[in-house]
């Protein structure tokens, strides 16, 4: 592959746990692979939950990455310049997203959890964030449902029926495009681990 290479690494599962901060030997380590190959970062949350769990703030996230994505490229930076940004509501219109909402809270009030939280949908400038057991969960309670989602399938169903009831979805994955080496990891350290192979 030819041209500029760029690592391009997602937040959740990625750079850290699921909702957590990133490990500061990570951080440290990611800050001197910077000086080797340009970073970005890019993350489904807004802003301030992406600079939350990297334990940094916009100035030193820009610094440490060439480009900072949040809400699905909504949010865009580079070098501390921010980028004009749309809304979700702007791009596909008040009457498709109440359809898409009301469709889910109505399949979630059918589905039978050992417990339930509120803010089932989050709604951010650039997608919905649809959790079954709710956003306000706490760490043990959002750790016991995915131990539960593993047997019983939950999200793998009602993915499952989102994409009957929308077919097409509105995903295009960076992930699968011909210009990208993807890399799938498992976790922090298993992206970690990685990278040192790629580039010590």
């Known amino acids: 592959m030819s041209g500029k290479r760029i690592c391009l690494f997602d937040v959740d599962g990625t ?69 004009p940004t749309a809304t979700i509501q702007e791009v596909i219109g008040e009457e498709k997203l109440q359809e898409f909402i009301n469709y889910c809270l109505r399949y979630l009030s059918e589905v039978k959890l050992p417990v339930k939280r509120g803010n089932f949908i989050e709604f951010r400038k650039g997608m919905l964030n649809v959790s079954p057991i709710g956003r306000s969960c706490n760490q043990n309670e959002r750790n016991e449902f995915v131990e539960y989602d593993e047997k019983h399938k939950i999200r793998e169903k009602f993915i499952e029926e989102l994409r009957k009831r929308f077919p097409g979805g509105n995903d295009y994955e960076i992930f699968e495009d011909h210009r990208t080496i993807g890399h799938r990891v498992a976790s922090p350290k298993d992206t970690e681990s990685e990278l040192k192979s790629l580039f010590g």
């Open 15 to 83: 750079l850290t746990r699921p909702r957590q901060k990133i490990d500061k030997d990570f951080l440290e380590y990611l800050r001197s692979l910077s000086k080797k190959i340009p970073l970005a970062v890019v993350g489904g949350s807004d802003i301030d939950k992406v600079l939350e769990q990297l334990d940094l703030n916009l100035k030193d996230a820009c610094d440490l990455f060439e480009y900072v994505f949040a809400e699905n490229g909504l949010f865009v930076a580079k070098k501390n310049q921010q980028f």
